[in-house]
T-cell receptor, first 113, second 113 residues
Framework: AQSVSQHNHHVILSEAASLELGCNYS??????LFWYVQYPGQHLQLLLK??????LVKGIKGFEAEFIKSKFSFNLRKPSVQWSDTAEYFC???????????FGTGTRLKVLA | ETGVTQSPTHLIKTRGQQVTLRCSSQ?????VSWYQQALGQGPQFIFQ???????GRGNFPPRFSGLQFPNYSSELNVNALELDDSALYLC????????????FGPGTRLTVT
């Protein structure tokens, strides 16, 4: 069965620090990969997505993610976080042509001003 | 463009009761998926509806059922509520059966006492 692992459950950073959140999935075939963000009191929003092509994907608000097929990973990065990045971040996997998304358990990021 | 809306925002029910949650999909979207997000967890796929037919189901018992209407709005019904059903219920809409990109609503917070 497919699964998604997010190893960091809680991350606390100071403003301007660099961010990397890990995401690993278990599925041997082609996948679509996503990062969603949930700001306090708001709904899930798409941060970035990877379907095919360049494994380095750029999203909104300065976020990027790199797909490394050999490691089954899709880590999220941001060079310099801001207080407004405080949120919960979810990695998700979809097998193309199927109806299901599999979400990770999320990483709560707190950025200290 | 109208986003995904859900009603009600919050709901408190007693164990054994039945509940109906509603979702209006984003304009132009004909596919609706429902997810359960327990506290501290990622969203778990319940089922998906495409053009009024159930298109796939996750590991949820039959007391979780749904409907999709000709205007592509949807309902999630849960019978014989249990305490563990307390969660945030999310609706997501997309175009077509290939769920490449979903747009989430704000969710309904269900509390079962």
């Amino acid at each position: 069965a497919q699964s998604v692992s997010q190893h960091n459950h809680h991350v606390i950073l100071s403003e301007a620090a660099s961010l990397e959140l890990g995401c690993n999935y278990s599925y041997g075939g082609t996948v679509n990969l996503f990062w969603y963000v949930q700001y306090p009191g708001q709904h899930l929003q798409l941060l970035l997505k990877y379907f095919s092509g360049d494994p380095l994907v750029k999203g909104i608000k300065g976020f990027e993610a790199e797909f490394i097929k050999s490691k089954f990973s899709f880590n999220l990065r941001k060079p310099s976080v801001q207080w407004s990045d405080t949120a919960e971040y979810f990695c998700a996997v979809n097998v193309p042509g199927t109806y299901k998304y599999i979400f990770g358990t999320g990483t709560r990021l707190k950025v200290l001003a | 463009e109208t986003g995904v809306t859900q009603s009600p925002t919050h709901l408190i029910k007693t164990r054994g009761q039945q509940v109906t949650l509603r979702c209006s999909s984003q304009s132009g979207h004909n596919t609706v998926s429902w997810y359960q997000q327990a506290l501290g967890q990622g969203p778990q796929f319940i089922f998906q509806y495409y053009r009024e037919e159930e298109n796939g189901r996750g590991n949820f018992p039959p007391r979780f059922s749904g409907l999709q209407f000709p205007n592509y709005s949807s309902e999630l019904n849960v019978n014989a509520l249990e305490l563990d059903d307390s969660a945030l219920y999310l609706c997501a809409s997309s175009t077509g059966q290939k769920t490449y990109e979903q747009y989430f609503g704000p969710g309904t917070r269900l509390t079962v006492t």
